[in-house]
């Protein structure tokens, strides 16, 4: 494998620096998806931990490195996740955690931020706003910036990830990685091309947030100026050109999935697996969904990657009543119209 900005050996020592909360998440194969999705199907389950995400694991390595720092002072922008995440890895080690998000990110997660005593601000635009914001107040107050996917951090801690795949899964055929603003994809794809490069690495965008994957298709950075999407996770519009590179190195595809399979794919998750998850958790069971004979017969690996959930958005999306539901070719949930 051509050489990215990871490396295997620091990826290793990053698991030294994550509270063990966040480690060794559940991992297992789920046969009750198996019939409606005619492959075999296992879960890496990374909202079984205080924050209910993965980005914990990236957080952890920043504020673990932070901690010695004269300036104990950070700020990340965030859609609610990484707020999440860096609030908690922050409190625990005594830094001054701000976060700017979108004035219309979902309320829970915004809730859960100031829960964990950080600061919020909120700005009237979307992440990329927020994002841009966080950089000036980095620069006039002097604070350390997190930038998800572009701080190496945030991608080896996701990376621990891959680690665990490669030592505990039985053998499997591909890996679906929810693909945003790209440190689970480069971190996971990383490892498993590192170890086990027999491995297909898929990484699946919303068809309403496709930046990250047009961007890979043409190998250079394309820019959408919006998003439209229930996926807030994965909704960015400007990737980073580090990430691009590393992302090139390490996916062996890209691929979009529209709402309605998304939606069907966190009905399986709760139908069948129990789980209430967020839209971007769902993305794998949506590309398996949507290309049943690409994937027959292969045994594939999902990272459930959140369950951050608006609790009426979610019973909107999937349907309060499963009378709403209905069962589509191959026994998958389709939404009634």
Wanted: glycine share 10%.
């Amino acid at each position: 494998m051509q050489q990215t900005r990871l490396d295997i050996a620091r990826i290793r020592a990053a698991r030294r620096l994550i509270d063990p909360v966040f480690l060794d998440t559940p991992l297992y194969r789920c046969e009750a998806l198996e019939p409606g999705l005619g492959c075999t199907v296992s879960i890496k389950l990374e909202t079984a931990n205080p924050v209910r995400s993965f980005k914990a694991r990236g957080t952890e390595v920043v504020a673990s490195l932070l901690a010695g720092d004269a300036s104990r002072a950070v700020v990340c922008a965030s859609a609610g996740n990484l707020g999440q995440a860096l609030a908690w890895s922050g409190r625990g080690r005594g830094l001054d955690v701000t976060v700017v998000a979108s004035r219309f990110a979902m309320r829970a997660k915004l809730d859960r931020i100031r829960a964990l005593d950080a600061g919020l601000e909120l700005v009237d635009g979307d992440h990329e706003m927020a994002r841009e914001r966080a950089a000036a107040i980095a620069r006039h107050d002097g604070h350390r910036l997190v930038e998800d996917s572009l701080d190496i951090e945030t991608c080896e801690g996701a990376a621990t990830i891959g680690l665990e795949l490669v030592g505990t899964a039985p053998s499997f055929d591909t890996v679906l990685i929810a693909l945003g603003g790209g440190a689970l994809a480069t971190g996971v794809g990383h490892v498993v091309k590192a170890l086990a490069p027999e491995v297909e690495v898929i990484c699946v965008q919303p068809l309403g947030a496709p930046a990250l994957t047009h961007s890979w298709r043409r190998r250079r950075v394309v820019t959408t100026d919006s998003t439209d999407t229930i996926a807030d996770g994965v909704a960015g519009r400007r990737p980073i050109p580090a990430v691009l590179h590393d992302l090139l190195l390490v996916a062996d595809d890209a691929v979009l999935v529209q709402e309605a399979s998304i939606i069907a794919g966190m009905r399986m998750l709760l139908d069948h697996a129990g789980l209430v998850v967020e839209p971007s958790a769902a993305l794998g069971i949506a590309a398996i969904l949507e290309d049943r004979d690409r994937f027959a017969g292969r045994h594939v690996v999902t990272i459930v990657c959140g369950s951050n959930v608006d609790v009426d958005a979610y019973h909107r999306w999937v349907g309060a009543s499963r009378s709403v539901i209905t069962r589509g070719p191959g026994g998958a949930n389709s939404e009634s119209s």
